[in-house]
């Protein structure tokens, strides 16, 4: 089975600061895909960024980056330069790699305040 | 291009009515799953299709909720009857044919928020 943890349920950030959010996975699999969302208010789930368990750099994507530590069980999101629309819910999740099921295992979510 | 398509988006029922949802996923996406996310949580899958076929359905509660995907298109989701847990907003997402050397990006619909009574 697969396991995400959320430590921080909420975060505050000055706005143009950078912010990282936590979190650390568990599993059994050689294989899987680590993914971050974001949950504005209007309630979608918004893709930022994933990182493959084989891949060797850190995925990027804008102001998004993944810091991906895999002795550590660890994939925090990074956000720099924060903007005020930053502010949402933020998930971390994870879905085994291979054939068979996608199903996405999320974590609690960290909710993130930007401060003007 | 048009993203995945839910409603109702709110919805509010007395315990032991019924309800569905519907969902219509981005065209050409073979893949529909359905979430279910409590306030506070983040979200759980339901079911999960492969076109009209069920991969997954091992955390739907069977004795009152039901899914189907006809013709590997629209899907809906059942309750029936509801219970003052099922509380939560349902996300449709799709994805496409999902391979080992790809990971799988999954699209959300808006949600439907339920509130039972």
């Known amino acids: 089975a697969q396991k995400i943890t959320q430590t921080q349920p909420g975060m505050f950030v000055q706005e143009k600061e950078a912010v990282t959010l936590d979190c650390t996975y568990d599993t059994s699999d050689q294989s899987y895909g680590l993914f971050w969302y974001k949950q504005p208010s209007s309630g979608e789930m918004i893709f930022l960024i994933y990182q493959g368990s084989y891949d060797e750099q850190n995925a990027t994507e804008g102001r998004y980056s993944l810091n991906f530590q895999k002795a550590r069980k660890s994939a925090n999101l990074v956000i720099s330069a924060s903007q005020l629309g930053d502010s949402a819910m933020y998930f971390c999740a994870m879905t085994p790699g291979g054939a068979g099921s996608y199903q996405l295992t999320f974590g609690k979510g960290t909710k993130l305040s930007v401060i003007p | 291009e048009a993203g995945v398509a839910q409603s109702p988006r709110y919805k509010i029922i007395e315990k032991r009515q019924s309800v569905a949802f519907w969902c219509n996923p981005i065209?050409?996406?073979?893949?529909l799953y359905w979430y279910q996310q409590i306030l506070g949580q983040g979200p759980k899958l339901l079911i999960q299709f492969q076109n009209n076929g069920v991969v997954d359905d091992s955390q739907l509660p069977k004795d009152r909720f039901s899914a189907e995907r006809l013709k590997g298109v629209d899907s809906t989701l059942k309750i029936q009857p509801a219970k003052l847990e099922d509380s939560a907003v349902y996300l449709c997402?799709?994805?496409?044919?999902?391979?080992?050397?790809?990971?799988?990006?999954?699209?959300f619909g808006p949600g439907t928020r339920l509130t039972v009574l």
């Open positions: 065209s050409g996406h073979a893949t």
């Open positions: 997402a799709s994805s496409l044919h999902p391979s080992p050397s790809s990971y799988n990006e999954q699209f």
